[in-house]
């Protein structure tokens, strides 16, 4: 038999799909002495399952393997779902930091639900003289931060310009 119809036997016994016909011609051919390299481990398997020697198993193994199955199986029963330790960390950290977060939303609603605005001024040239001079403060901090945004517009156009001349 050729070596790529082995190979192709090969994939389909892997697959279980070979017939009982296809499966004895691997078995005759692992079996055999002529074996190209590349397919020895697949010859010592088809060896170790189905050759003349037998595979020797302690008197024991069987007493012992049964013993392990029933072991896990009784530790499944009194454990059914196991969480890791990270899981359980992971999700009481989401939980924590929801109910923070739903106790913050809450405190605030709650503040503003019970703080009534109050009147502060009864003079209304005294409200205008207040209001007049918390717009002047507004404006001098906003052409304050609007001079700052120039000159670091300004500062950014320069190293652009070095940036761009030291690229040419």
Do not use: W
């Not at 304050?144 to 120039?150: E, F, R, S, Y």
């Amino acid at each position: 038999m050729r070596v790529d119809e082995i190979e192709k036997l090969l994939v389909k016994y892997y697959d279980s799909n070979t017939t009982d016909a296809e499966e004895e011609q691997l078995k005759e051919y692992f079996c055999g002495e002529e074996v190209p390299p590349h397919l020895l481990n697949e010859q010592k398997m088809f060896r170790a399952l189905y050759g003349k020697t037998p595979v020797n198993v302690p008197d024991y193994f069987e007493t012992k393997l049964s013993d392990l199955i029933d072991s896990r199986a009784q530790s499944e029963k009194k454990y059914p779902l196991r969480i890791s330790r990270k899981l359980v960390l992971r999700i009481s950290s989401i939980a924590a930091c929801l109910l923070i977060c739903l106790m913050a939303g809450y405190s605030i609603h709650d503040y503003r639900m019970n703080q009534a605005p109050e009147d502060t001024f009864n003079n209304p040239k005294e409200a205008y003289l207040a209001m007049e001079e918390a717009l002047t403060e507004v404006s001098a901090n906003m052409n304050k931060g609007l001079n700052q945004v120039n000159e670091t517009k300004k500062e950014i156009y320069r190293t652009n310009k070095k940036i761009q001349e030291e690229i040419q």
